[in-house]
């Protein structure tokens, strides 16, 4: 639903909070729709097979410091 509000808005990517399975889906959905996704990541924290799904829809990722309330 937030993929398609963010068409609807004009948006040309999405931004995401996530540890892994979340990101996944909305690189895929981002990618479906013509957008850019960005995901925010504890930097240091997550494996790099939770993000390769999301990678590989060609999201970007961001690595912040700190732990997931601190990518919030």
């Given at each position: 639903v937030a993929v398609a509000r963010a068409?609807?808005?004009?948006?040309?990517?999405i931004l995401?909070?996530?540890?892994?399975?979340?990101?996944?889906s909305a690189?895929?959905?981002?990618?479906?729709?013509?957008?850019r996704a960005i995901i925010l990541i504890p930097g240091g924290r997550i494996a790099a097979g939770k993000l390769s799904?999301?990678?590989a829809f060609?999201?970007?990722?961001?690595?912040?410091e700190g732990?997931?309330?601190h990518a919030l």
């Open positions: 068409v609807e808005a004009g948006s040309d990517a995401c909070a996530s540890t892994g399975n979340t990101s996944a690189a895929a959905y981002a990618a479906r729709c013509g957008l799904q999301a990678i060609g999201a970007h990722i961001v690595e912040v732990n997931f309330d």
